[in-house]
């Protein structure tokens, strides 16, 4: 055993030293390159939430009320939503970036979709309404519970 520890004691002695230290600058750089990475992550998934939270007040997490004309005030917040999803798209891991995009698209249709008709068909009690309105909304979920779950689904990104 001696020996060998010898041999390798020689060994270090005889080789130069510029290896080891461009290795540990490389490790170092990783490690800085790791750090700035997970501090990039963490403020997009912040502007994500951050974003949800400000612009969707009064609907999300807790409802307090829909808006006036909720088509224009959805679609007019998606400018900036759609800015903090690509940020966050790049620190999804690819195996979950289907998910990620259609969960996107469903929330974007939704806004599009939306109206204040459908809001007020869904409200009305169930004795109040038409035929054709009760057919028509047995085929349809409630709108608030749609965006609640559209919203979960996409913050379900953000707890990785």
């Known amino acids: 055993m001696e020996a060998y520890t010898e041999q390798i004691s020689k060994y270090f002695e005889t080789v130069p030293l510029w290896p080891f ?6 490790v170092l750089v990783a490690i800085a390159i790791e750090a700035v990475n997970r501090k990039r992550r963490q403020e997009a998934i912040e502007g994500f939430r951050q974003t949800i939270e400000t612009e969707l007040a009064s609907m999300y997490p807790k409802h307090i009320r829909w808006p006036e004309n909720i088509n224009q005030y ?3 917040r998606l400018p900036e939503m759609q800015y903090n999803f690509e940020v966050l ?3 999804i891991p ?3 970036l289907l998910s990620y995009n ?3 698209k469903n929330y974007c249709d939704f806004c599009r979709n939306i109206t204040d008709e459908k809001c007020a ?4 009690p169930a ?15 409630d709108p608030k519970s749609e965006f609640h779950k559209l919203i979960s689904d996409l913050l379900a990104f953000t707890n990785m």
């Not at 068909?121 to 009305?124: N, V």
């Not at 004795?127 to 979920?141: G, H």
């Open 121 to 124: 068909a869904s409200e009305q």
């Open 89 to 91: 798209r790049g620190f």
């Open 102 to 104: 259609t969960a996107w």
């Open 94 to 96: 690819q195996d979950r």
């Open 127 to 141: 004795n109040e309404r038409s035929d054709a309105a009760q057919l028509s909304s047995n085929n349809a979920s």
């Open 21 to 26: 230290f461009l290795l540990g600058f490389v």
């Open 74 to 76: 959805l679609c007019s």
